[in-house]
């Protein structure tokens, strides 16, 4: 059972933009940074974010991150069929003293 | 480039034990801190365990508490993770991913995995 929780799924048009949350508290998100994995069908998860809002070289602008307080959102514009995928958020947990991901969202693409 | 290879997978008996490797190149292996992530069929990616750059600090799920050994050899390059008194829910792909340099929020560069099955 994760700490971190994120809708099970979003769906939009393409070329529309979608926005995931990863909702968790003090422990977690509130004082550590988040990052997020992108999870393409059949293959290994992919850094996309880190440190709530970087890029790893390589990732598109189309994909951004923000944190407020005990939250986390992942935002991904002028969405393509090949963004669909499972989306994870993830951070240490200081009380826990261990890594926690999130649920997982499915992104659709209609 | 950055390249993590797993192994050691495959099928064992409930209450058995396995060692799976996770062998790393194109990147100075010493330097960073190593996770083992898991995610068994269908489901949710499930964190591990995790070592630091050196070997001593060391951090479990209390799910794999007390069963599954974390180690790495920084001469060979190589993630070990020992596991024993496997459970049915122990069934899973395990992946290796690299850490950063400070700290533990990011687990930059995974591996393919390897797939466990703990089955009768």
Known sequence: QSVLTQPPSVSAAPGQKVTISCSGSSSNIGNNYVSWYQQLPGTAPKLLIYENNERPSG????????????????????????DEADYYCGTWDSSLSGYVFGTGTKVSVL | ???????????????????????????????????????????????????????????????????????????????????????????????????????????YYWGQGTLVTVSS
């Open chain 2, 1 to 107: 480039q950055v390249q993590l290879v797993e192994s050691g997978g495959g099928v064992v008996q409930p209450g058995r034990s396995l060692r799976l490797s996770c062998v790393a190149s194109g990147f100075s292996f010493s330097t960073y801190a190593m996770h083992w992530v898991r995610q068994a069929p269908g489901k949710g990616l499930e964190w591990v365990a995790l070592i630091s750059y050196d070997g001593i600090h060391k951090y479990y799920a209390d799910s794999v508490k007390g069963r599954f050994t974390v180690s790495r050899d920084n001469f060979k390059n190589t993630l070990y993770l020992q596991m024993d008194s496997l459970r049915a829910e122990d069934t899973a792909v395990y992946s290796c991913a690299r850490g950063v340099l400070v700290g533990a929020t990011t687990l």
């Open chain 1, 59 to 82: 990732i598109p602008d189309r994909f951004s991150g923000s944190k407020s307080g005990t939250s986390a959102t992942l935002g991904i514009t002028g969405l393509q069929t090949g």
